[in-house]
């Protein structure tokens, strides 16, 4: 089956501990996206590419870093920078984004729950 | 993008038809109204989106005022498993940047 897949789905890190979310989709997709999410807020963008070896920065990208060597992974690595590490991290996909077509759904992946103590 | 306005809550009778007011005063002609929804701990699933013309699918109906400045989904016979929140985003059809921004949403309960 095709889809996206993010793991694990719980992690828990020390505070000052880099540490690495996985996100792998064999949806042939293009673009990929990674997204927080904090408890009762809407999602909130990281960090965005389009195409391999590409990326852009999101609406909160102080403290992470990605990387896009292979167009079916998008790995998000928060780093101690970050201040409140603690939150939902989703990673979506989408297949066409350098389309003028109107419709680009966004596929989202599971989820990592992350948790620093 | 244009931003939306969404009732932070909405409680539904099981069987009976949610629907799911949005706010878009400030649309512009070029922009989508777009919704998706998300079950607790889950990622976000695409419902629906339309410019100017009701739409519907499997899932949902869309209707737009013709100022275009809300829209309502309408969830036909509401299931206990379509409680989640729900999210209304506008975003223009441009070419490349796809992102989608994400407000607070509508949290819809389906009550048994």
């Known amino acids: 089956d095709g889809g996206i897949t993010q793991s694990p789905k719980y992690l828990f890190r020390k505070e000052g501990q880099n540490v690495t979310l996985s996100c792998e989709q064999n949806?042939?997709?293009?673009?990929m996206y990674w997204y927080r999410q904090d408890p009762g807020q809407g999602l909130r963008l990281i960090y965005y590419?389009?195409?391999?070896?590409?990326?852009q920065k999101g609406d909160i990208a102080e403290g992470y870093s990605v990387s896009r060597e292979k167009k079916e992974s998008f790995p998000l690595t928060v780093t101690s920078a970050q201040k409140n590490p603690t939150a939902f991290y989703l990673c979506?996909?989408?297949?066409?984004?350098?389309?003028?077509?109107?419709?680009?759904?966004?596929?989202f992946g599971p989820g990592t729950r992350l948790t620093v103590l | 993008d244009a931003k939306t306005t969404q009732p932070t809550s909405m409680d539904c009778a099981e069987g009976r038809a949610a629907n799911l007011p949005c706010n878009h005063s400030?649309?512009?002609?070029?922009?989508?109204v777009y919704w998706y929804r998300q079950i607790h701990s889950q990622g976000p699933q695409y419902i629906i989106h339309?410019?100017?013309n009701n739409e519907t699918n499997e899932m949902a109906s869309l209707i737009i005022t013709e100022d275009r400045k809300s829209s309502t989904l309408i969830l036909p016979h509401a299931t206990l498993r379509d409680t989640a929140v729900y999210y209304c985003?506008?975003?223009?059809?441009?070419?490349?940047?796809?992102?989608?921004?994400f407000g607070t949403g509508t949290r819809l309960t389906i009550i048994p």
């Open positions: 979506a996909s989408t297949l066409a984004s350098g389309s003028h077509r109107s419709y680009n759904e966004q596929f």
């Open positions: 949806l042939n997709h293009d673009a």
């Open positions: 590419s389009q195409i391999v070896n590409d990326f």
């Open positions: 400030t649309i512009s002609g070029n922009e989508y």
């Open positions: 339309g410019l100017k």
């Open positions: 985003i506008v975003r223009k059809s441009n070419f490349g940047n796809e992102k989608l921004t």
